[in-house]
T-cell receptor, first 115, second 110 residues
């Protein structure tokens, strides 16, 4: 079975550019999460969806960040405009079972470098 | 404020010995705790979990201990193997998305 698929794996961009990260969750999973990993803050939750509906976006750093889930098999995280402090590894994860807690299945991550 | 704390950024252990990774939490409402393992350039993968109604859960070489009164959990790996070298994340929840610690990098030396 395919796991969570993220693209791109690596993205290098210049400050001010728009960045779009993509995620395909595991089929049948009804929860999707976006986490960001940095040395300073570890793994922090940005936003999560249940049945394609955003439930909590309080972790999104600022208005430059936005996320969508147009259908059960696709989600995007967009940063516009990007800044050097956005450099991090962004993980998408999904799970099922009717609760937001539980074993999460992570993608391999998208490493973003903003110059 | 960090609700889940892993105070040791790194740990080195000799092959065959026991590795003990520690985690503290501040939110007494958490009722479910997990450990994830992460290799470089990969996503975290689930390792073991424990519910707050238990104080120990064992899976092969991995055992998680929970001390609710101290708000502390630990992961024991015995015997440690070179393939265990990775970053280990502690996570906690109460029917909410997992809150992760910053991770501890374990190096098992052959």
């Amino acid at each position: 079975d395919a796991g969570v698929i993220q693209s791109p794996r690596h993205e290098v961009t210049e400050m001010g550019q728009e960045v779009t990260l993509r995620c395909k969750p595991i089929s049948g999973h009804d929860y999707l999460f976006w986490y960001r990993q940095t040395m300073m803050r570890g793994l922090e939750l940005l936003i999560y969806f249940n049945n394609n509906v955003p439930i909590d976006d309080s972790g999104m750093p600022e208005d430059r960040f936005s996320a969508k889930m147009p259908n059960a098999s696709f989600s995007t995280l967009k940063i516009q405009p990007s800044e050097p402090r956005d450099s991090a590894v962004y993980f998408c994860a999904s799970t099922s079972g009717g609760r937001a807690a539980g074993e999460l299945f992570f993608g391999e991550g998208s490493r973003l470098t903003v110059l | 404020d960090q609700q889940v704390k892993q105070n040791s950024p790194s740990l080195s252990v000799q092959e065959g010995r026991i590795s003990i990774l520690n985690c503290d939490y501040t939110n007494s409402m958490f009722d479910y705790f997990l450990w994830y393992k992460k290799y470089p350039a990969e996503g975290p993968t689930f390792l073991i979990s424990i519910s707050s109604i238990k104080d120990k859960n064992e899976d092969g070489r991995f055992t998680v201990f929970l001390n609710k009164s101290a708000k502390h959990l630990s992961l024991h790996i015995v015997p440690s193997q070179p393939g265990d070298s990775a970053v280990y994340f502690c996570a906690a929840s109460r029917n909410t998305p997992l809150v992760f610690g910053k991770g501890t990098r374990l190096s098992v030396i052959a």
